[in-house]
Structure formats: C-alpha cells, structure tokens
C-alpha cells in the first residue's frame, strides 16, 4: 500500500522462484531503509529514502537471486556507513534494473552513493548488474572537503566477479566535486589477486561526472582484468582515463565507443569515434570538429560520423533505449543507434 515505512530487513532465505514485493508505484512506497539479506527476492515500485545494504555473513555465494525492478534511490548519508549509502557486499545474481538514483550528498570521506566490493579477502560478490537507471545531482556537502572526498557515483573494488553496468544515465553532477571523481571508479583496497574482474560497461549516456575530465577513473593496476567498455556516448567530457591504468590497458578492450578523444592509443582498441583530433588509433575513427553529429543531447543526428561505424565483429542486440542493433550494414558508434525508433 501507499505510504511511508520506517527500515525493512529481509533475512529469510525464499525458496525458487522466490517471492517478489511490489509496491503500488515507485512514488507511492517510501522506505526509510531496505537491508536485503535473503535468497530468491525480487522488490518492484518503490522508493528507498536513506540506504540499501546486501551483505551478511552467509555461506560463500549467498544470498542470490535479488533482483530491484523499478526501484529510486534518494541517497541520505545519515553517519552511520561513511563511505557508501548503497553496498553490495556479498551474493550472487544480483540485478538493479530500472529507476531513479539521485540526489545523493556526499557527506564524509570516500562516500560513493553505489559500492560493489567486499574487503574480507574472499570473491563474494558474483554477477551484479546495474541496468536502465538514471544517475544524477551526485555532490559534496559543505562537511566534504573537496580535497580528501571521492564522489565517483560507482565504486566497483575488491572481490567482485562479473558486473556490469548498462543502459544507464549518469548526468547533472555537481560542478564541484573532490578530485579523483568519475562517474565509474574501478579501484583497489586489497592485493592484486582479489581484485574486480569480468566487468562491462556498456550502452550508457555520460554526461557531467567530473571536474577531472572522464568518466571512467581506475585505481592500481593490474585491476583491471578482462573488461569491456563498449557503445557509450560521452559529451563533453573524456570517456576514460588512459594515464591511471598505466601497464594494463591491454586488458581493457574499448568497442565502439563515442565522445571526445581520451590522448592514449594504448587500449585494445575497435571502432571507437572521436572527436577533437586527427590521430590514428588501429580500426578508431577520429572527427577534426568537436561533439558534432546530435539532435539532442544523446541521440544522433543523420549526419552523425557514428552511424555504420561500429564494431563488425561485436554489438549489443539494443541501444540504450531498447531500439534494436543494427539499424544499417553495421552498428553505430556509441550508445544511441540512429533510426531504431
């Protein structure tokens, strides 16, 4: 029913295919807190007001099979966790698909609004996906120095096996973030070993993150292992960094990506579009002008150097909103495809 609730723990442990609570509409339910600690559960249409946690001390693998449809989020740092609001911290087959995330204020210390990690020393988050939700108004309260505090909306770190983030919307950040932001932070607390894996980011709008310039920000190498950053678009700033990845950009594979030009050649390289040079980077294709070739602000105009210029051997079956990959001979650069509908 409509209405607002005070904290919701879910400890029970659901037998398949589980049970699913649906609110009334995501505007008409309002939790205060959602911990999420049970297998087989699905929760639909509603708004958590404070924080999500999904950890515990469960056996290895557990709790899975969680999965938010049509869920905002409204980030409240209330003191009691300063580095995060939303942790997943353990499970696997944990998905997020759908809904509002923001505003989120930052108020302490390296305070990412979304952490997937878990720093026990063990890989106990397996296979979360982040699909279809609009990120925005991401910013440092005045009890946050710009100087000490990190607000990169995502944090992916230690003990994560497999996660992606899709069809997404990161946008309307505040102008005066902490250095070190990004949109996507890919970091390292632990040794080399338990580090994140298996990640992919695809079909996602970046808009204003950072006052750093990128979207997509890494930590120690060699963290990056066997990742996939394909069919984003990035306006106005750079999509990622090539210097904090110093000696493993090899293992980060760039696939038919679109935005400004990010000054390294040094990735595993296919089909990208960028603007702002005229450089050679194997199959990319570089436009001397600047952000040219949209009818809006994410969708491309007929006249896009995107269209036709993706990946022959790699593309999603959508775009970002759903439309169906490919439209003419080949996919277009970036995450909207020109003419899908």
């Known amino acids: 029913m409509s209405g607002s609730y005070p904290l919701q723990t879910v400890t029970k442990n659901f037998t398949s295919p589980g049970v699913t609570v649906v609110g ?17 559960a699905t929760y639909q249409n509603m708004t958590i007001n404070a924080g999500l946690v999904h950890n515990c001390t469960c056996p290895a693998g557990h709790p899975y099979n969680v999965a938010l449809y049509n869920v ?82 995502i944090r992916v770190d230690d003990g994560v096996v497999g996660w992606t983030i899709k069809n997404s919307t990161f946008q309307d950040m505040s102008p005066t973030e902490g250095v070190n932001s990004g949109c996507i ?21 970046f808009g204003s ?16 292992q066997s990742n996939k950053v394909s069919y984003n678009t990035a306006r106005n700033i750079q999509l990622i960094t090539g210097g904090a990845w110093s000696g493993c950009q090899g293992s980060v594979s760039l696939v038919a990506n679109l935005g400004d030009w990010i000054n ?53 079956a959508n775009d970002h909103d759903g439309g169906s990959r490919p439209v003419g001979p080949a996919c277009d650069s970036g995450a909207d495809e020109f003419g899908s509908g």
């Open 209 to 224: 993150c950072a006052v750093n310039g990128f979207a997509i920000n890494g930590g120690q190498c060699p963290q990056i």
């Open 264 to 316: 390294a050649c040094n990735f595993t390289d296919d089909h990208n579009v960028w603007f702002g040079s005229t450089g050679s980077c194997g199959s990319d294709k570089f436009v001397a002008g600047s952000d040219v070739g949209f009818s809006d602000e994410w969708h491309l105009a007929s006249n896009s150097p995107a269209i036709d210029a993706g990946s022959k051997s790699y593309c999603p």
């Open 72 to 153: 905002n989020f409204r980030a409240v740092n209330t003191g009691g966790n300063p580095y995060s609001t939303v942790q997943i911290q353990s499970g696997t087959n944990i998905s997020w698909n759908g809904g509002d995330f923001g505003p989120a204020p930052i108020g302490q210390g390296q305070a990412e609004p979304l952490e997937i990690a878990t720093y026990d020393g063990t890989d106990d988050v397996h296979n979360v996906v982040i699909n279809g939700l609009n990120f925005h108004d991401v910013y440092r309260t005045p009890s946050c120095d710009a100087a000490s505090c990190h607000t990169e909306v």
């Open 185 to 205: 932070f890919v970091g390292s607390r632990g040794t080399s070993a338990d580090r994140a894996t298996g990640g992919l980011i695809e079909n996602n709008f």
């Open 24 to 40: 009334q509409s995501a505007s008409g339910v309002v939790i205060a807190d959602l911990e999420t600690f049970g297998d087989n």
